[in-house]
Protein backbone atom coordinates (compact mmCIF):
# COMPACT_ATOMS: atom_id res chain seq x y z
CA UNK A 1 0.00 0.00 0.00
CA UNK A 2 1.42 3.66 -1.12
CA UNK A 3 1.00 5.99 2.36
CA UNK A 4 1.29 9.71 2.69
CA UNK A 5 4.03 11.43 0.38
CA UNK A 6 0.40 13.11 -1.52
CA UNK A 7 1.82 16.71 -2.11
CA UNK A 8 5.14 14.80 -3.41
CA UNK A 9 3.31 12.67 -5.96
CA UNK A 10 1.27 15.91 -6.73
CA UNK A 11 4.09 17.95 -7.19
CA UNK A 12 5.58 15.52 -9.57
CA UNK A 13 2.45 15.04 -11.62
CA UNK A 14 2.00 19.13 -12.18
CA UNK A 15 5.62 19.04 -13.29
CA UNK A 16 4.93 15.86 -15.88
CA UNK A 17 1.72 17.90 -16.96
CA UNK A 18 3.49 20.70 -17.86
CA UNK A 19 4.99 18.62 -21.30
CA UNK A 20 8.06 20.60 -21.26
CA UNK A 21 11.66 19.32 -20.32
CA UNK A 22 12.34 19.06 -16.57
CA UNK A 23 15.05 17.87 -14.91
CA UNK A 24 14.24 16.82 -11.03
CA UNK A 25 16.79 15.55 -8.23
CA UNK A 26 14.96 13.82 -5.68
CA UNK A 27 17.13 13.14 -2.12
CA UNK A 28 16.77 11.87 1.09
CA UNK A 29 18.21 9.25 3.39
CA UNK A 30 18.38 5.48 3.28
CA UNK A 31 14.95 3.69 3.97
CA UNK A 32 12.95 7.19 3.53
CA UNK A 33 10.88 5.71 0.33
CA UNK A 34 12.36 7.50 -2.96
CA UNK A 35 12.30 4.54 -4.79
CA UNK A 36 8.76 3.68 -4.18
CA UNK A 37 7.37 7.31 -4.69
CA UNK A 38 8.84 7.08 -8.14
CA UNK A 39 7.68 3.82 -8.81
CA UNK A 40 4.25 5.29 -7.96
CA UNK A 41 4.50 8.50 -10.15
CA UNK A 42 5.62 6.05 -13.60
CA UNK A 43 2.78 3.83 -13.16
CA UNK A 44 0.93 3.66 -16.52
CA UNK A 45 3.68 6.42 -17.95
CA UNK A 46 6.13 5.77 -20.53
CA UNK A 47 9.32 5.26 -18.53
CA UNK A 48 13.16 3.76 -18.00
CA UNK A 49 13.82 3.40 -14.52
CA UNK A 50 17.25 2.38 -13.77
CA UNK A 51 19.64 1.69 -10.52
CA UNK A 52 23.12 2.36 -10.52
CA UNK A 53 25.29 -0.49 -8.77
CA UNK A 54 27.91 0.38 -7.19
CA UNK A 55 31.67 -0.80 -8.63
CA UNK A 56 32.38 -0.82 -12.24
CA UNK A 57 31.53 2.69 -14.72
CA UNK A 58 31.24 0.58 -17.65
CA UNK A 59 29.16 -2.13 -15.91
CA UNK A 60 26.63 0.82 -15.21
CA UNK A 61 26.73 2.34 -18.43
CA UNK A 62 26.48 -1.35 -20.31
CA UNK A 63 23.05 -1.75 -17.87
CA UNK A 64 22.01 1.14 -18.56
CA UNK A 65 22.21 1.75 -22.28
CA UNK A 66 20.44 -1.55 -22.55
CA UNK A 67 17.28 -0.52 -20.63
CA UNK A 68 17.32 2.66 -23.43
CA UNK A 69 18.50 0.89 -26.44
CA UNK A 70 18.67 -3.10 -25.94
CA UNK A 71 22.38 -2.21 -26.77
CA UNK A 72 24.77 -3.81 -23.73
CA UNK A 73 27.67 -2.04 -25.04
CA UNK A 74 28.54 0.33 -22.54
CA UNK A 75 28.42 4.12 -23.87
CA UNK A 76 29.46 7.05 -22.76
CA UNK A 77 26.41 8.70 -20.20
CA UNK A 78 25.62 11.34 -22.60
CA UNK A 79 24.89 9.62 -25.77
CA UNK A 80 22.48 7.01 -23.72
CA UNK A 81 20.92 9.92 -22.52
CA UNK A 82 20.63 10.77 -26.63
CA UNK A 83 19.61 7.70 -27.43
CA UNK A 84 16.87 8.22 -24.79
CA UNK A 85 16.10 11.56 -26.36
CA UNK A 86 15.85 9.70 -29.75
CA UNK A 87 13.60 7.28 -28.68
CA UNK A 88 10.86 9.65 -26.97
CA UNK A 89 10.51 11.00 -30.51
CA UNK A 90 9.45 14.15 -29.18
CA UNK A 91 7.20 12.76 -26.75
CA UNK A 92 6.65 12.68 -22.87
CA UNK A 93 9.71 10.01 -21.47
CA UNK A 94 10.22 9.51 -17.77
CA UNK A 95 14.37 8.55 -17.37
CA UNK A 96 15.21 7.56 -13.76
CA UNK A 97 18.63 7.10 -12.28
CA UNK A 98 18.17 5.66 -9.43
CA UNK A 99 21.03 5.40 -6.93
CA UNK A 100 22.79 8.31 -8.96
CA UNK A 101 25.85 8.33 -6.13
CA UNK A 102 26.81 5.01 -7.36
CA UNK A 103 27.49 6.25 -10.79
CA UNK A 104 29.64 9.61 -10.28
CA UNK A 105 31.33 8.63 -6.82
CA UNK A 106 34.52 7.34 -8.97
CA UNK A 107 33.23 8.38 -12.42
CA UNK A 108 32.96 12.73 -11.49
CA UNK A 109 33.17 13.44 -14.98
CA UNK A 110 29.50 12.30 -15.72
CA UNK A 111 28.18 15.13 -14.29
CA UNK A 112 29.19 17.62 -16.41
CA UNK A 113 28.20 15.21 -19.53
CA UNK A 114 24.27 15.09 -17.86
CA UNK A 115 24.92 19.08 -17.59
CA UNK A 116 26.24 19.60 -21.49
CA UNK A 117 23.21 17.11 -22.42
CA UNK A 118 20.54 19.33 -20.60
CA UNK A 119 21.96 22.44 -22.07
CA UNK A 120 21.61 20.88 -25.56
CA UNK A 121 17.45 19.57 -25.36
CA UNK A 122 16.21 21.63 -22.72
CA UNK A 123 14.67 24.10 -24.65
CA UNK A 124 12.87 21.44 -27.01
CA UNK A 125 13.16 18.07 -25.62
CA UNK A 126 10.15 16.69 -23.38
CA UNK A 127 12.26 14.12 -21.28
CA UNK A 128 11.60 14.16 -17.21
CA UNK A 129 14.98 13.28 -16.00
CA UNK A 130 14.79 12.30 -12.85
CA UNK A 131 18.54 11.75 -10.28
CA UNK A 132 17.90 9.83 -7.20
CA UNK A 133 19.88 8.85 -3.82
CA UNK A 134 20.81 7.75 -0.94
CA UNK A 135 23.68 9.73 -0.22
CA UNK A 136 23.10 13.20 0.73
CA UNK A 137 26.93 13.98 0.61
CA UNK A 138 27.23 12.92 -2.94
CA UNK A 139 24.37 14.43 -3.98
CA UNK A 140 25.03 18.01 -2.51
CA UNK A 141 28.41 17.69 -3.85
CA UNK A 142 26.95 16.27 -7.83
CA UNK A 143 23.50 17.57 -7.78
CA UNK A 144 22.38 20.56 -4.90
CA UNK A 145 25.11 22.14 -4.28
CA UNK A 146 26.51 25.79 -5.90
CA UNK A 147 29.95 23.71 -6.51
CA UNK A 148 28.00 21.14 -8.21
CA UNK A 149 28.21 20.52 -12.27
CA UNK A 150 24.11 20.28 -11.99
CA UNK A 151 23.84 23.67 -9.94
CA UNK A 152 21.46 25.71 -11.85
CA UNK A 153 19.87 22.92 -13.86
CA UNK A 154 17.37 21.63 -12.11
CA UNK A 155 13.33 22.55 -12.90
CA UNK A 156 12.27 21.21 -9.67
CA UNK A 157 13.72 19.71 -6.57
CA UNK A 158 12.50 17.05 -4.06
CA UNK A 159 14.08 16.35 -0.85
CA UNK A 160 12.08 13.33 1.04
CA UNK A 161 11.69 13.42 4.61
CA UNK A 162 10.83 10.78 7.10
CA UNK A 163 7.08 11.16 8.17
CA UNK A 164 5.31 12.62 11.04
CA UNK A 165 3.80 10.54 13.44
CA UNK A 166 0.16 11.14 12.40
CA UNK A 167 1.33 9.34 9.08
CA UNK A 168 3.77 7.22 10.82
CA UNK A 169 0.91 5.88 12.93
CA UNK A 170 -0.93 4.73 9.55
CA UNK A 171 1.56 2.56 8.99
CA UNK A 172 1.49 0.78 12.40
CA UNK A 173 -2.27 0.17 11.87
CA UNK A 174 -3.05 -2.68 14.81
CA UNK A 175 -1.39 -1.04 17.31
CA UNK A 176 -2.13 0.52 20.36
CA UNK A 177 -1.82 4.23 20.01
CA UNK A 178 0.71 4.00 22.86
CA UNK A 179 2.50 1.16 21.48
CA UNK A 180 2.81 3.05 18.23
CA UNK A 181 4.23 6.15 20.02
CA UNK A 182 6.93 3.50 21.13
CA UNK A 183 8.25 1.99 17.67
CA UNK A 184 8.42 5.56 16.38
CA UNK A 185 10.19 6.91 19.22
CA UNK A 186 12.53 4.33 18.25
CA UNK A 187 12.86 4.08 14.39
CA UNK A 188 11.28 7.35 13.53
CA UNK A 189 8.96 8.08 10.45
CA UNK A 190 11.20 6.02 8.10
CA UNK A 191 8.42 3.59 6.13
CA UNK A 192 10.74 0.75 5.61
CA UNK A 193 11.23 0.74 9.42
CA UNK A 194 7.89 1.01 10.31
CA UNK A 195 7.01 -2.24 7.75
CA UNK A 196 9.04 -4.37 10.10
CA UNK A 197 6.73 -4.31 12.83
CA UNK A 198 3.63 -6.86 13.62
CA UNK A 199 0.68 -5.63 14.40
CA UNK A 200 -0.15 -9.38 15.64
CA UNK A 201 2.77 -9.77 18.47
CA UNK A 202 3.79 -7.54 21.67
CA UNK A 203 5.52 -4.83 21.81
CA UNK A 204 8.33 -6.56 23.89
CA UNK A 205 8.45 -9.45 20.98
CA UNK A 206 8.58 -6.60 18.15
CA UNK A 207 11.19 -4.67 19.84
CA UNK A 208 13.45 -7.86 20.54
CA UNK A 209 13.07 -9.81 17.19
CA UNK A 210 12.79 -6.74 14.57
CA UNK A 211 14.92 -3.48 16.44
CA UNK A 212 17.40 -5.59 18.61
CA UNK A 213 18.20 -8.84 17.59
CA UNK A 214 21.26 -8.59 15.13
CA UNK A 215 20.12 -10.17 12.76
CA UNK A 216 17.07 -8.20 11.87
CA UNK A 217 16.99 -5.43 9.07
CA UNK A 218 16.99 -2.76 11.27
CA UNK A 219 19.83 -3.78 13.67
CA UNK A 220 22.56 -3.14 10.78
CA UNK A 221 21.03 0.27 9.45
CA UNK A 222 22.81 3.13 11.81
CA UNK A 223 26.25 1.11 10.74
CA UNK A 224 25.06 1.26 7.37
CA UNK A 225 24.05 4.83 7.58
CA UNK A 226 27.26 6.11 8.82
CA UNK A 227 28.90 3.84 5.67
CA UNK A 228 27.09 5.32 3.04
CA UNK A 229 28.18 8.89 4.40
CA UNK A 230 31.47 8.87 5.78
CA UNK A 231 35.13 6.72 4.82
CA UNK A 232 35.88 7.21 8.61
CA UNK A 233 32.93 7.00 10.43
CA UNK A 234 34.54 6.79 13.57
CA UNK A 235 34.82 10.03 14.42
CA UNK A 236 31.11 11.11 13.46
CA UNK A 237 29.76 7.99 15.63
CA UNK A 238 31.99 10.05 18.68
CA UNK A 239 30.29 13.08 18.19
CA UNK A 240 26.95 11.65 18.11
CA UNK A 241 27.78 9.64 20.88
CA UNK A 242 28.72 12.66 22.90
CA UNK A 243 25.55 14.79 21.84
CA UNK A 244 23.13 11.51 23.42
CA UNK A 245 25.09 11.78 26.94
CA UNK A 246 23.80 15.45 27.38
CA UNK A 247 26.82 17.71 25.15
CA UNK A 248 25.18 20.21 23.28
CA UNK A 249 27.14 22.46 22.11
CA UNK A 250 30.77 22.78 20.15
CA UNK A 251 32.54 23.25 22.92
CA UNK A 252 30.47 20.75 25.07
CA UNK A 253 31.03 18.07 22.47
CA UNK A 254 34.74 19.20 21.93
CA UNK A 255 35.45 18.81 25.13
CA UNK A 256 34.49 15.27 25.59
CA UNK A 257 36.34 14.34 23.00
CA UNK A 258 39.70 16.31 23.23
CA UNK A 259 39.51 17.56 20.08
CA UNK A 260 39.13 21.42 18.42
CA UNK A 261 36.27 23.03 18.71
CA UNK A 262 36.88 23.85 14.87
CA UNK A 263 36.89 20.45 13.72
CA UNK A 264 34.01 19.78 15.92
CA UNK A 265 31.50 22.43 14.00
CA UNK A 266 33.10 21.03 10.72
CA UNK A 267 31.57 17.88 12.12
CA UNK A 268 28.64 19.45 13.28
CA UNK A 269 27.69 20.82 9.88
CA UNK A 270 27.87 17.64 8.15
CA UNK A 271 26.00 15.56 10.18
CA UNK A 272 23.38 18.86 10.05
CA UNK A 273 23.21 18.94 6.58
CA UNK A 274 22.73 14.86 6.38
CA UNK A 275 19.72 15.60 8.54
CA UNK A 276 21.55 13.32 11.65
CA UNK A 277 21.99 16.31 13.69
CA UNK A 278 19.45 19.46 14.05
CA UNK A 279 20.13 22.74 15.48
CA UNK A 280 17.79 23.89 18.43
CA UNK A 281 17.10 27.60 19.08
CA UNK A 282 15.16 28.76 21.60
CA UNK A 283 12.33 30.90 20.02
CA UNK A 284 11.31 34.50 21.37
CA UNK A 285 14.68 35.27 23.19
CA UNK A 286 16.00 37.46 20.29
CA UNK A 287 19.21 37.36 18.60
CA UNK A 288 21.14 34.85 21.11
CA UNK A 289 23.93 32.48 20.66
CA UNK A 290 22.40 29.83 23.43
CA UNK A 291 22.10 26.84 20.76
CA UNK A 292 21.68 23.30 21.11
CA UNK A 293 22.81 20.27 19.16
CA UNK A 294 20.18 17.32 18.97
CA UNK A 295 20.44 13.83 17.53
CA UNK A 296 17.31 14.35 14.83
CA UNK A 297 17.14 10.95 13.25
CA UNK A 298 15.35 8.72 15.92
CA UNK A 299 16.88 5.41 14.76
CA UNK A 300 20.19 7.14 15.43
CA UNK A 301 19.00 8.64 18.53
CA UNK A 302 17.26 5.39 19.85
CA UNK A 303 20.71 3.58 18.52
CA UNK A 304 23.15 5.55 21.11
CA UNK A 305 20.56 6.04 23.58
CA UNK A 306 20.08 2.07 23.98
CA UNK A 307 21.92 -0.16 21.93
CA UNK A 308 25.87 1.70 21.18
CA UNK A 309 28.23 0.84 22.69
CA UNK A 310 27.41 -1.95 24.84
CA UNK A 311 25.57 -3.73 22.58
CA UNK A 312 26.71 -2.73 19.33
CA UNK A 313 28.30 -6.25 18.74
CA UNK A 314 25.19 -7.95 20.67
CA UNK A 315 24.92 -11.77 20.26
CA UNK A 316 21.96 -13.15 20.47
CA UNK A 317 22.13 -14.31 24.29
CA UNK A 318 22.57 -10.98 25.20
CA UNK A 319 19.15 -9.52 23.57
CA UNK A 320 17.60 -10.02 27.53
CA UNK A 321 19.78 -7.90 29.08
CA UNK A 322 18.97 -5.22 26.41
CA UNK A 323 14.91 -5.51 26.17
CA UNK A 324 15.16 -5.18 30.03
CA UNK A 325 17.47 -1.71 29.47
CA UNK A 326 15.06 -0.17 27.10
CA UNK A 327 11.78 -1.87 28.91
CA UNK A 328 13.84 0.40 32.27
CA UNK A 329 14.35 3.20 30.07
CA UNK A 330 11.80 3.73 27.17
CA UNK A 331 9.20 6.38 28.74
CA UNK A 332 11.71 8.74 29.79
CA UNK A 333 13.15 7.94 26.73
CA UNK A 334 9.81 8.91 24.60
CA UNK A 335 9.70 12.35 26.73
CA UNK A 336 11.42 14.13 24.13
CA UNK A 337 9.47 12.21 21.41
CA UNK A 338 6.35 13.13 22.65
CA UNK A 339 7.20 16.84 23.08
CA UNK A 340 8.19 16.52 18.98
CA UNK A 341 4.85 15.42 18.36
CA UNK A 342 2.59 17.81 20.63
CA UNK A 343 4.63 20.28 18.12
CA UNK A 344 3.90 18.28 14.92
CA UNK A 345 0.42 18.64 16.46
CA UNK A 346 0.23 22.46 17.48
CA UNK A 347 1.86 23.19 13.82
CA UNK A 348 -1.44 21.21 12.16
CA UNK A 349 -3.41 23.44 14.19
CA UNK A 350 -2.60 26.84 13.23
CA UNK A 351 0.68 28.10 14.29
CA UNK A 352 3.09 28.96 12.28
CA UNK A 353 6.40 29.26 14.06
CA UNK A 354 7.01 26.09 16.32
CA UNK A 355 9.80 25.44 19.02
CA UNK A 356 10.75 25.08 22.39
CA UNK A 357 12.32 28.00 24.70
CA UNK A 358 15.23 28.07 27.54
CA UNK A 359 17.08 30.41 29.51
CA UNK A 360 19.68 28.92 31.78
CA UNK A 361 17.79 26.20 33.68
CA UNK A 362 14.54 26.99 33.13
CA UNK A 363 12.60 25.57 29.86
CA UNK A 364 9.00 25.30 28.00
CA UNK A 365 8.43 22.73 25.44
CA UNK A 366 6.63 23.89 23.02
CA UNK A 367 6.52 27.77 22.42
CA UNK A 368 4.47 28.53 19.67
CA UNK A 369 2.94 31.71 17.54
CA UNK A 370 0.52 32.64 14.94
CA UNK A 371 -1.05 35.88 13.89
CA UNK A 372 -3.72 36.26 16.70
CA UNK A 373 -1.35 34.62 19.81
CA UNK A 374 1.79 32.80 21.42
CA UNK A 375 0.81 29.38 22.62
CA UNK A 376 3.11 27.83 25.82
CA UNK A 377 2.75 24.41 26.07
CA UNK A 378 4.18 21.94 28.48
CA UNK A 379 4.42 18.28 27.99
CA UNK A 380 4.46 14.81 30.07
CA UNK A 381 4.92 11.22 29.09
CA UNK A 382 4.13 9.56 32.27
CA UNK A 383 1.53 6.91 32.54
CA UNK A 384 0.20 8.75 36.52
CA UNK A 385 -2.65 11.38 36.12
CA UNK A 386 -1.21 14.43 35.45
CA UNK A 387 -1.25 17.23 38.24
CA UNK A 388 -1.93 20.71 38.33
CA UNK A 389 1.43 21.45 39.75
CA UNK A 390 2.73 21.54 35.82
CA UNK A 391 0.34 24.81 35.56
CA UNK A 392 2.06 26.51 38.25
CA UNK A 393 5.43 25.57 36.54
CA UNK A 394 4.22 26.71 33.31
CA UNK A 395 2.73 29.84 34.53
CA UNK A 396 5.62 31.13 36.44
CA UNK A 397 7.82 30.56 33.30
CA UNK A 398 5.91 31.99 30.84
CA UNK A 399 6.23 35.19 32.61
CA UNK A 400 10.12 34.92 31.14
CA UNK A 401 8.77 34.49 27.47
CA UNK A 402 8.88 38.25 26.06
CA UNK A 403 5.16 37.52 23.99
CA UNK A 404 5.71 40.98 21.30
CA UNK A 405 1.82 41.85 22.53
CA UNK A 406 0.41 39.02 21.25
CA UNK A 407 -1.58 37.57 24.23
CA UNK A 408 -0.43 33.62 25.35
CA UNK A 409 -2.63 30.70 25.49
CA UNK A 410 -1.76 27.64 27.50
CA UNK A 411 -1.75 24.01 26.95
CA UNK A 412 -0.89 20.93 28.20
CA UNK A 413 -0.23 17.89 26.83
CA UNK A 414 -0.41 14.50 29.04
CA UNK A 415 0.16 10.76 27.70
CA UNK A 416 -2.63 10.11 30.71
CA UNK A 417 -5.78 11.93 32.20
CA UNK A 418 -5.54 14.69 34.46
CA UNK A 419 -6.54 14.67 37.89
CA UNK A 420 -9.57 16.14 39.17
CA UNK A 421 -7.20 19.33 40.78
CA UNK A 422 -5.73 19.71 37.39
CA UNK A 423 -8.96 20.23 35.13
CA UNK A 424 -10.53 22.71 37.75
CA UNK A 425 -6.67 24.71 38.12
CA UNK A 426 -7.20 24.54 34.09
CA UNK A 427 -10.41 25.59 34.22
CA UNK A 428 -9.87 28.67 36.32
CA UNK A 429 -6.93 29.89 34.25
CA UNK A 430 -8.34 29.18 31.38
CA UNK A 431 -5.54 26.13 30.23
CA UNK A 432 -6.31 23.73 27.72
CA UNK A 433 -5.54 19.95 28.59
CA UNK A 434 -4.85 17.64 25.51
CA UNK A 435 -4.07 13.73 26.09
CA UNK A 436 -3.21 11.17 23.85
CA UNK A 437 -6.21 10.53 22.95
CA UNK A 438 -7.36 13.46 22.49
CA UNK A 439 -4.65 14.14 19.88
CA UNK A 440 -4.88 11.04 17.58
Known amino acids: MFIGRDFELKTLNDLYAEDRFQFIPISGRRRVGKTRLIEEFIKGKDAIMFRAVPGNENINLSIFNELVSGDTEPLRLDRILWRAEERSKGKRLIVVIDEYPNLVENAKHNGGLINNFIEAVKDTSKLFLILCGSSMSIMESEVLGKKSPLYGRRTGQIRLRPFDFETSRNMLAGFSLTDAVSLYGLVGGIPYYLEQFDPGRTLEENIRDRYLNPTSVIAGEPELMFLTEFRKPATYYSVIHAISKGRKTPSEIAQMLGIAVDLTSHMIGKLTMLGFV ?144 AKMRAKADNIELINLEDMF
Open 278 to 421: GKDEPLFRGKTKDVHYVIKDRLLASYFAFVYPDYKDMPSSDIDKAWKNIDANLSQYLGHVFEDICREYVQKHGYKKVGSWWSGSEEIDVVASNDDAMLLAECKYRNELTDADLIDGLLDKSILVKSKELPKRYSLFSKSEFTEV
